[in-house]
Structure formats: structure tokens, C-alpha cells
């Protein structure tokens, strides 16, 4: 079920390691995501997601293994890799001061993009801000910043777009929003690359969801091979399918309070090096 590297893909990991100081935070990650697809990473904190997004980002470098990204070696080929990529973090980097409008016309005027009201007015469009278009941007909500967030990394049509945990700390009306918005990227031809530890999330949006824990990917596949990994339990007679959550669980374990120190440890060590 676990795929391989392939020169189709739009993304393409063999073998990536990355440790920080003494911590090993990926020992070995295989991945590969198809074209137009949306791809769920799955992990509890700590697990390496963000490393990974980081290395196949070009935002900083694998200790070994390989990795293309629309066909661009991330080490050989990084500004390729750069023209070909765009990344959203966890937290929305609008310009509150600006409105919506002004805010994708100032990026796209950046990335030299011709007619940049155009690409602004079509983008308002397409993420239903339009009526808030001219309305400055720490007015709007936490959806409404998100989804102007993504619609900023679309300016240059980048065929392959990395999604950070990009529902972190909204509400679930904000979520349902941004979840309208991936959709509309995978619908329109853009590959999509998303973290998250929302399991509800991965089961919404993803074609494929990869588990990463303990700096591997342990399964990859549908949500439908991922159940499959365990038998359906009968109550009372009544057949009773595993969630993702089940498989989630089976694999990694529950978290205790110790773990969670560890993991919130592992987390930090992703943002800056031990020595």
C-alpha cells in the first residue's frame, strides 16, 4: 500500500533523514503524491511534519535521501523547486493593515504577475471574499483571513502548494471554510500537500493520508486501505467499521503525559537546533 517515488509525481521522497543535534526527527521517509491530489500527513506534534514540509520547501536541508518536487531535485534544483512551490504556514500572513484586495495585489505585483487587479478581482472570486474585498483585512474573521491567506499563495499558479496545519486554532465554522477552500485547489488541477493532526480532517480531504510517527511514514494509502488495516468490530450483532482514528491509535499508541512533554519537546527541536 505504502507507494514509491515515481517521475510522475508531483512530489517525490526517498529516504529523507533529518535529525537535529542528538534527536533524529526523520529517519527514513519515504512519500509520493500524485499530481492534483490532495495529500493528508498525519502525525502527532513532534512528528516531523513540518521538518518535512520545510526540506521538500527548500527551507532547509535533508541530512540524506532525495527528493523531487515537479520534478526538481529539492537539493540540486532549489530556486526550480521555489518557482514551483508555494507554502502557507499555521498562522495566517496577511497584512491586516491592508484590505483584501490590497493585500493579493501587493503579492502579486511582488512576484511580477501581469495584471495583478485582474488575478486579485478573479482570486475574491474564487474564495467568496469579493463582497469583503475593500474591507481591511483585521476586520475579517479567522476563516476569512485563512482563505485570503491561500488565495495569496494561488497568485502565480504554483502547480504544487504545501498546507501547514492550516486550521490551527479556528473554530469549526473557520475550518468548514478553509476545507472549501482546499478543495477548490484540488479541483482546479493543484497539488496539495497538507499537515494536520485533525483526523476529521484528513478523512475529509484527502485522496491518500500518510501516518508519520517516529520519524517514519508507517502507512500510506486511502482511507479505505487505512481502515482495512483492522478488522471491523461487531456489537450486538451490528458490523461496525474502524475509524481513522482506530488505525491512528493501533499505530502510534495513546498519548500519555509523558509523551506529550516528548512530543512537545520534539516540536520545539523542529523550530531551532540542539547543540
Do not use: C
Not at 531535485?73 to 507554502?87: F, G, I, K, N, W
Not at 502547480?159 to 472549501?180: K, Y
Amino acid at each position: 500500500m505504502t507507494t514509491t517515488a515515481s517521475h510522475t509525481a508531483a512530489i517525490a521522497a526517498t529516504g529523507i533523514t533529518k535529525a537535529f543535534g542528538t534527536l533524529d526527527v526523520l529517519r527514513g521517509v519515504d512519500l509520493n503524491v500524485e499530481p492534483g491530489s490532495i495529500l493528508a500527513l498525519l502525525g502527532s506534534n513532534g512528528a516531523g511534519k513540518t521538518t518535512l514540509v520545510k526540506i521538500l520547501a527548500t527551507l532547509i536541508h535533508a541530512d540524506a535521501g532525495t527528493a523531487l518536487v515537479h520534478g526538481f531535485d529539492v537539493a540540486d534544483e532549489p530556486a526550480r523547486v521555489r518557482e514551483s512551490v508555494s507554502l502557507t504556514g499555521q498562522f495566517a500572513a496577511v497584512d491586516e493593515v491592508l484590505t483584501g484586495r490590497e493585500n493579493l495585489v501587493l503579492v502579486a505585483r511582488l512576484r511580477h504577475v501581469r495584471e495583478p487587479a485582474a488575478v486579485a478581482a478573479e482570486l475574491l472570486a474564487r474564495f467568496s471574499l469579493a463582497d469583503a474585498a475593500d474591507r481591511r483585512a483585521g476586520t475579517y474573521s479567522g476563516g476569512m483571513r485563512r482563505r485570503l491567506d491561500i488565495a495569496m499563495s494561488l497568485i502565480g499558479d504554483p502547480p504544487v502548494i504545501f498546507l501547514d496545519e492550516p486550521t490551527t486554532g479556528l473554530d469549526p465554522e473557520a475550518r468548514l471554510e478553509v476545507w472549501d477552500a482546499v478543495r477548490q485547489l484540488a479541483a482546479g488541477g493543484t497539488t496539495v500537500l497538507l499537515t494536520t493532526q485533525y483526523l476529521d480532517e484528513a478523512e475529509q480531504l484527502a485522496d491518500r493520508i500518510a501516518i508519520l510517527h517516529e520519524g517514519r511514514i508507517r502507512v500510506d494509502g486511502t482511507l479505505a486501505e487505512l481502515k482495512r488495516l483492522l478488522p471491523p468490530a461487531e456489537v450486538q450483532y451490528v458490523e461496525k467499521q474502524p475509524s481513522l482514528e482506530d488505525v491512528f491509535l493501533s499505530l502510534v499508541g495513546a498519548r500519555g503525559p509523558e509523551s506529550g512533554e516528548r512530543g512537545a519537546e520534539a516540536d520545539d527541536s523542529e523550530r531551532k537546533p540542539r547543540s
